[in-house]
T-cell receptor, first 113, second 113 residues
Framework: DGGITQSPKYLFRKEGQNVTLSCEQNLNHDAMYWYRQDPGQGLRLIYYSQIVNDFQKGDIAEGYSVSREKKESFPLTVTSAQKNPTAFYLC????????????FGDGTRLSIL | AQSVTQPDIHITVSEGASLELRCNYSYGATPYLFWYVQSPGQGLQLLLKYFSGDTLVQGIKGFEAEFKRSQSSFNLRKPSVHWSDAAEYFC???????????FGKGTKLSVKP
C-alpha cells in the first residue's frame, strides 16, 4: 500500500545536538511538507518542497533545515539553534495543483533529554 | 490575513447524539476546505473536502460538512456519534496553486458512554 513513513516514532535530543527526522513516501507525490504540532496550536508549517532540489521556508523555519535529493524523501534536521524543539512533527505529501489534499505520516515525537 | 478558526477547543457529546464542529475561514477568495481527524499519537486522516459545487459534502465515517459562503463557515456534522469518534478534528483551507494548508487549532471531541 502507498503511504508516508516517518521514523523514528520517538526521538530524544541532547542539548547542543542536531537530530534528523526521516520522511519517505511512495505515493509518487511531487510536494512534501513538514509541520510542527504543539498542544492547542494546531499545525504550523516548517518547510515545504514542490520539486527535487528545491524547498521553501514555511512560517517557523528558524532552527530547522531540510533537503530534497530524491522525490521520495524529505528529511528534516532539527538543529541546536532550535531552542524549544520538543513537539510532535508531521510530514505530509500531495500532488501538485490547486486544492490537492495532503496525506500525512504518523509523526515523530521529539523530546529533550 | 488568511485564517481558519475553530471556535471550540473541546466538545463533549453523548454516544448516539448528533455532532456539529464549527469552522470559520477568512480568505480573499473562496478557499478549498478540508476536515481532518487525528487520533492520539497518530497522523491526520482526511475526512472530506470542498472544492466547489454542492455545498453539502459527504465524507468518510458518516461525516458531512456544509459550506456556507454567507457565513464563511464549513461546519462538520455527524447524525449519531460513536465512541470511536473521540479524537481531535482539524479544519484547513488553501487557495492558489501552491496548495499550502492553513489549519485551525483543532477541536478535541470527547464521547460520553
Amino acid at each position: 500500500d502507498g503511504g508516508i513513513t516517518q521514523s523514528p516514532k520517538y526521538l530524544f535530543r541532547k542539548e547542543g545536538q542536531n537530530v534528523t527526522l526521516s520522511c519517505e513516501q511512495n505515493l509518487n507525490h511531487d510536494a512534501m511538507y513538514w509541520y510542527r504540532q504543539d498542544p492547542g496550536q494546531g499545525l504550523r508549517l516548517i518547510y515545504y518542497s514542490q520539486i527535487v532540489n528545491d524547498f521553501q521556508k514555511g512560517d517557523i523555519a528558524e532552527g530547522y533545515s531540510v533537503s530534497r535529493e530524491k522525490k521520495e524523501s524529505f528529511p528534516l534536521t532539527v538543529t541546536s539553534a532550535q531552542k524549544n524543539p520538543t513537539a510532535f512533527y508531521l510530514c505530509a505529501s500531495s500532488p501538485l495543483g490547486m486544492g490537492q489534499p495532503q496525506h500525512f505520516g504518523d509523526g515523530t515525537r521529539l523530546s529533550i533529554l | 490575513a488568511q485564517s481558519v478558526t475553530q471556535p471550540d477547543i473541546h466538545i463533549t457529546v453523548s454516544e448516539g447524539a448528533s455532532l456539529e464542529l464549527r469552522c470559520n475561514y477568512s480568505y480573499g477568495a473562496t478557499p478549498y476546505l478540508f476536515w481532518y481527524v487525528q487520533s492520539p499519537g497518530q497522523g491526520l486522516q482526511l475526512l472530506l473536502k470542498y472544492f466547489s459545487g454542492d455545498t453539502l459534502v459527504q465524507g468518510i465515517k458518516g461525516f458531512e460538512a456544509e459550506f456556507k459562503r454567507s457565513q464563511s463557515s464549513f461546519n462538520l456534522r455527524k447524525p449519531s456519534v460513536h465512541w470511536s469518534d473521540a479524537a481531535e478534528y482539524f479544519c484547513a483551507g488553501s487557495v492558489g496553486s501552491q496548495g499550502n494548508l492553513i489549519f485551525g487549532k483543532g477541536t478535541k471531541l470527547s464521547v460520553k458512554p
